[in-house]
């Protein structure tokens, strides 16, 4: 019986904002349209798509809040005016009782609040549809007090979750068999990749295993501040950590006022970035300004303080080298390189035309080169990008989406800070070392040691393996002995090119940092 309320009230709630009119209209389908037409008939809706869409999803509560949040990350499927009102939703979600929230902090570790904390702030400081955050001082294993914040899941999510996402999954059915055009949506892909992301938001030890790999990562990079993880306090339903005390950095005049370097602050946001994507693989996906903070404090002025771990990217070398590649093909005007890019990935169908794909990424390419640079969006670009592959069947990598969601958050702040912020040129640091890196003597040396356990087992059994073939004629001997002598062979001649090759590599390393350095950028 709940269930149905529920699907009334949400049936209402589509009637209401007209999104049943919005459906039928976008397949573009005469019957439809006309039918959407007398649907629409007494109902006031002249406010824009993507403004009652927005408001529809915050009336049908957090759960839909969030699912509109998720959907804003897919610019590969929506239209951008739907996808930029639909990245304005926020967690308007009223606190839930502190009783309760006590109960489950004294749940999860099995003791009394006041044995775990010397005191404990019942008025929460932030609330939003998956948990709500609690101030407090712990005393930890030293026995020194320190200042904490405890995140605690909200109470009842997974039951209430697992209801409003089986309804999701019915309508997106219903979509995908609407017609050709609701299959190319992907329904039922988004859904699930909400379901994805909303049950790894649920557990709470993931998000702050999350936070202490970034931690790790940035220690050595003096621009940004990751709160420590309480282990001996992190379960499914509570986290505790460490609390950063800072300014959001969406006060911008409150931090001017402090002397924070502005323009600076904005090179800073993108260094950070950069770094976590090029260098490390592993970066924060969900920087909006609600989820960073800047530190006025004397040791560490300056520096941005993340927060909220909740969704991470992550990108293996082939994702960095397409990445890379993809930027530094566009601003040398290369369109047929960043053509071949996406059918050496695998990505296009092989028999698809170069020429074709070339053709169709120049046209959304270069009217960016009528631009200067600092206007160039590179986030903008990689969405366009992804947007054109669709017609050519492309499969878009969740995790590349992902970056482009964050990439344009990031560009979003850094202009909103600096509004003459040259994103390129903060850029063109990281994607120079990256070019320099593959043709290094560092990443030589980091492949033969990767191989060196393997070369380390195999040539002590090659003397064995040649006496049982010689003495038995192992049909399996024969072909552990070609893979041995080829693995020997590979090992000899990456020897051989290390010794003899050594002067001559080094001076062509060189002359071609100069060639990057100077032809390419």
């Not at 001082?137 to 089986?166: C, F, N, W, Y």
């Not at 709160?227 to 931090?255: A, F, K």
């Not at 991470?312 to 990445?323: C, F, I, M, R």
């Amino acid at each position: 019986m709940t269930r149905l309320f529920r699907g009334v009230f949400i049936v209402w709630v589509v009637l209401r904002y007209g999104l049943d009119q919005l459906v039928l209209t976008a397949f573009n389908k005469p019957r439809l349209t006309f039918l959407a037409r007398v649907l629409s008939v007494g109902r006031n809706l002249q406010a824009p798509r993507g403004q009652r869409i927005r408001e529809a999803l915050e009336e049908l509560g957090p759960i839909f809040v969030k699912f509109g949040q998720v959907l804003s990350t897919r610019r590969d499927l929506l239209p951008v005016d739907v996808a930029d009102e639909l990245a304005r939703l926020q967690d308007r979600v009223p606190p839930f009782d502190s009783d309760v929230a006590i109960a489950t902090i004294e749940r999860a570790f099995n003791k009394k609040v006041g044995d775990i904390f010397v005191s404990f702030d019942r008025e929460p400081i932030a609330s939003a549809s998956i948990a709500q955050v609690h101030f407090a001082i712990l005393k930890d294993r030293s026995g020194q007090h320190r200042e904490v914040a405890v995140k605690v899941l909200r109470p009842g999510m997974l039951t209430v979750i697992d209801k409003d996402l089986s309804l999701m999954r019915m309508m997106a059915g219903w979509v995908d068999g609407l017609s050709a055009d609701g299959k190319r949506l992907k329904p039922r892909e988004v859904v699930a990749e909400f379901d994805k992301y909303l049950h790894d938001e649920l557990d709470l030890v993931r998000e702050a295993s999350s936070a202490a790999q970034l931690r790790r990562n940035m220690a050595d990079l003096e621009q940004v501040l990751i709160p420590e993880m309480m282990w001996d306090y992190c379960s499914t339903d509570v986290i505790v950590m460490e609390r950063m005390h800072g300014v959001p950095i969406s006060q911008v005049d409150r931090l001017r006022a402090a002397g924070v370097d502005i323009p600076k602050l904005a090179r800073d946001g993108v260094t950070i970035f950069f770094t976590q994507v090029f260098r490390d693989g592993f970066f924060h996906a969900d920087m909006h300004p609600g989820n960073i903070q800047v530190s006025i404090a004397p040791a560490t002025f300056g520096r941005y303080i993340s927060l909220d771990f909740g969704i991470v990217g992550t990108l293996t070398e082939s994702d960095k080298e397409y990445v890379a590649q993809n930027f530094v093909a566009f601003f040398r005007r290369d369109y047929k390189r960043v053509a071949q890019l996406h059918i050496e990935s695998g990505w296009v169908p092989p028999t698809t035309r170069v020429d074709e794909l070339e053709s169709a990424i120049r046209s959304v390419c270069e009217p960016y080169f009528d631009r200067p640079l600092k206007e160039i969006s590179l986030g903008l670009l990689l969405m366009r990008l992804f947007q054109t592959s669709q017609r050519f069947d492309v499969e878009i990598q969740p995790q590349l989406v992902l970056l482009q969601k964050t990439l344009l958050n990031i560009e979003g702040l850094g202009r909103q800070l600096d509004p003459d912020l040259d994103l390129w040129s903060t850029a063109k640091p990281f994607l120079e070392k990256w070019m320099i890196d593959q043709v290094g003597p560092g990443r030589l040396m980091e492949q033969l040691r990767r191989e060196a356990p393997q070369y380390a087992k195999l040539i002590p059994e090659l003397p064995r393996l040649l006496y049982d073939f010689l003495q038995n004629g192992k049909p399996g001997g024969g072909r552990e002995l070609s893979e041995l002598l080829a693995e020997q062979k590979r090992t000899n001649s990456l020897l051989q090119a290390l010794v003899y090759g050594g002067v001559g590599f080094m001076l062509g390393l060189l002359a071609m940092q100069f060639i990057v350095r100077v032809r390419i950028f």
